[in-house]
Structure formats: C-alpha cells, structure tokens
T-cell receptor, first 113, second 115 residues
C-alpha cells in the first residue's frame, strides 16, 4: 500500500532557486494538504485542497504556490526559495467529512542555503 | 498564538510503566481532539481521537482523557513499550468548521521508553 507518496525526500537549494515538491495519494481521498514542520512549532498548514479543482491558503502560505493537478496529485512550489523555508514538508490527504484524520507522506527535507 | 500546547518537549519512561502525555488548548470551540504518533524519517500517523461528548476513549494500550472544563487532554499508554518511543502530537479541530484545514497541532512531545 503506497498511501501518500512525496518526492523528493531530500533537497538542497540556494537562495532564489525554485523547486516543486510532488505528492500523490492512491486512497481516492478528496482533500489534500501541505504542512511544514519546524522545531518548536509543530505542524503548520501551508495550503490545502478540499477537492479537485480547489485550493486555499492555510496558516503560512507566503512564498508558496500549489497546484491540484487531479484527484491524486497535489504539488507545492517554491518560486524563489529563502533560508526561512528550510523545513520538513509533509503532504497529507483525508476523506471527505474528515474531522482531522489525516494520512501523511514520509516527508521532504528541504534546506535552503 | 499557539492554540494547542504541549508543554513537555520530552518524557522518559521505563518499559512496562505508564506514559502520560499532556495537551492543553485555549479555543473553547474545539470539540474534536486527536493524537498522532511520529517516528523519525516518517510522517505522522493517526493514533486515537475523542470528541467532546466523551471524556474517555480507549483503544488497546492507549487511552485519551478529555477534561473540557480545564481545556486539557491526556494520552495514557499502559504498559509502555520500547516501540512506543516516538514524537506524539496533539491536535484539535471544531465540528462547526469541519475539515482538516481547521486542525491545529501542538508542538509535540518526544517519548522515550527505556528497556
């Protein structure tokens, strides 16, 4: 069972470079999310997509863009990376009507120099 | 402002003993609470949840207690096993705004179970 798959798992960028984190889920979930985890900050929501064709900002959207490519895939793009975006990024998905039971990917560790 | 707080960054417990992880919240609109478990280099996984109409929910060795008046919940693990060593995140949401986009996480507590 693949569940939620994220790529790449590790990435090092220089300030100003761009990159896209890819996420795919095979559980036929309608909702998908991107979180970042920083020391002492817990998990913070960057963007989410309640259903195919919709995206909305979360708590910390600045510096990011997202695309819900289809029901399975939800990508996160950093257009001009900054050191403050050094973090571990998690993609997650959930079924419609979920009260918070998310299925997470393994995470992508991004370092911006 | 952190709406869900886990004030203990770490906890060490002997194998076989009880582990108690605590969580406090400030928003009285929260009425559904969850615990997630995270191993290194893996994503968090859902562990157990409780709605505000209950004060206790049990699943095997894991029990979550909710004290609404104190805005406090706790996760009890009995007996603790070395495989329980992980970071535990508390999370809260509101049925009024159903959806995981309204899910707030605590900062996590790292549990170490000593064999």
């Amino acid at each position: 069972n693949a569940g939620v798959t994220q790529t790449p798992k590790f990435q090092v960028l220089k300030t100003g470079q761009s990159m896209t984190l890819q996420c795919a889920q095979d559980m036929n979930h309608n909702s998908m999310y991107w979180y970042r985890q920083d020391p002492g900050m817990g998990l913070r929501l960057i963007y989410y997509s309640a259903s195919e064709g919709t995206t909305d900002k979360g708590e910390v959207p600045n510096g990011y863009n997202v695309s819900r490519l289809n029901k399975r895939e939800f990508s996160l793009r950093l257009e001009s990376a900054a050191p403050s975006q050094t973090s571990v990024y998690f993609c997650a998905s959930s079924a419609s009507g979920s009260t918070g039971e998310l299925f997470f990917g393994e995470g992508s560790r991004l370092t911006v120099l | 402002d952190q709406q869900v707080k886990q004030n203990s960054p770490s906890l060490s417990v002997q194998e076989g003993r009880i582990s108690i992880l605590n969580c406090d919240y400030t928003n009285s609109m929260f009425d559904y609470f969850l615990w997630y478990k995270k191993y290194p280099a893996e994503g968090p996984t859902f562990l157990i949840s409780i709605s505000s109409i209950k004060d206790k929910n049990e699943d095997g060795r894991f029990t979550v207690f909710l004290n609404k008046s104190a805005k406090h919940l706790s996760l009890h693990i009995v007996p603790s096993q070395p495989g329980d060593s992980a970071v535990y995140f508390c999370a809260a949401s509101s049925f009024v705004q159903v959806g995981a986009n309204n899910l707030f996480f605590g900062t996590g507590t790292r549990l170490t179970v000593i064999p």
